[in-house]
């Protein structure tokens, strides 16, 4: 049992670690400052994003997406919520 709790303790304080290093705001993942995101620095953070839905979510075809497109990937992405 104490090696069990053990173990839990030190997967939870790497992943504190872990999650602590992951870029959290749009300028954190905006590495090159353009104020826009590439489809490389988004997947840095956003690992399941595949290019259609990159591509999609980019309305003006500049191959980076804006806070605004961003936001529009978001939703489709969170889990449904149950209905009340």
Partial sequence: MHKLV????????????TLAQTPTSFAEVDSDATG???FAELQLVWTDLTQEEFDTADADTSGGL?????NTLQP?????TPAQ
């Fill in 36 to 38: 826009e995101l590439s």
């Fill in 76 to 80: 489709a992405t969170l889990p449904a």
């Fill in 66 to 70: 804006t806070p605004d497109e961003l």
């Fill in 6 to 17: 053990l173990s839990l303790a030190v997967l939870g304080l790497a992943t504190t670690a």
